[in-house]
């Protein structure tokens, strides 16, 4: 099974504060994803990636910019945090042959007073 | 636009007893549906998946799910439940034919009664 780890775990900033939000995946795979989740909104995916260097704006992207620099490491920044983007933020992986399969990391819990 | 509803956001049942989990979308090409199960404290895994063919398909753990074009609905079931059900289920549906970009419903959270 494909692990997916996030780091930090839980993070309090402030507004106007610099965040970075890390996600690793072992199996190599070609798709990653950063979702966050709200009560009353479920999952929606702020950005994507194919693969090293390549990035894909999602549906809710503003505020957020995502850098994947190698098949294993996505990233997603918060430049400017703002109280509205306090959330539980997942990061995911799928392979491009079982792209709906996708496997989920523990999720990072982020708040931003 | 592609939509999820997923009507009931919370539902109780007692171990034992049966269970349905609604789930209606809105897309205007070939929906690829999904079930995905969060555990309390940790991320999404996948329960079962729709492509074709029949229009019940069997997931882990004693789950099963209808697709039903007329309808546009794709309902969970499972015959019995067990306390470890208790979890927030999310209905999917693939929107990105070669992107992998799914649309997630808002989520139900099951609660078993032991």
Redesign the interface.
């Known amino acids: 099974e494909a692990a ?1 780890t996030q780091s930090p775990r839980n993070k309090v900033t402030v507004t106007g504060g610099n965040v970075t939000l890390s996600c690793r995946q072992t199996n190599s795979h070609n ?1 990653m ?1 950063w979702y966050r989740q709200d009560t ?6 702020i950005h ?1 990636s194919y693969g090293a260097g390549n990035l ?1 704006i ?1 549906d809710v992207p503003d505020g957020y910019k995502a850098t994947r620099t190698t098949q294993e490491d996505f990233f997603l920044l918060l430049e400017l945090a703002s109280p509205s983007q306090t959330s539980l933020y ?1 990061c ?1 992986s ?1 392979d491009y042959q079982t ?9 990072t819990r982020l708040l931003v007073l | 636009a592609q939509s999820v509803t997923q009507p009931d956001a919370r539902v109780t049942v007692s171990e034992g007893a049966s269970l349905q989990l609604r789930c209606k979308y809105s897309y205007s090409g070939t929906p ?1 549906l ?1 079930w995905y199960v969060q555990y309390p ?6 329960l079962l ?1 729709y492509y074709s063919g029949d229009p019940v398909v069997q997931g882990v753990n004693g789950f099963e799910a209808e697709f039903s074009k007329s309808n546009s609905s794709f309902h969970l079931r499972k015959a019995s439940v067990h306390w470890s059900d208790s979890a927030v289920y ?1 209905c999917v549906l ?1 929107t990105g034919a ?5 649309t ?4 139900t959270i099951l609660r078993v009664h032991p």
């Open positions: 997916v798709y994803y009353g909104h479920g999952l929606r995916l994507y894909q999602g997942f995911a799928s792209q709906d399969t996708q496997y989920f990391g523990p999720g | 690829y999904f404290r940790q991320g999404l895994q996948l998946k999310f693939r070669n992107t992998g970009k799914l997630f419903g808002h989520g």
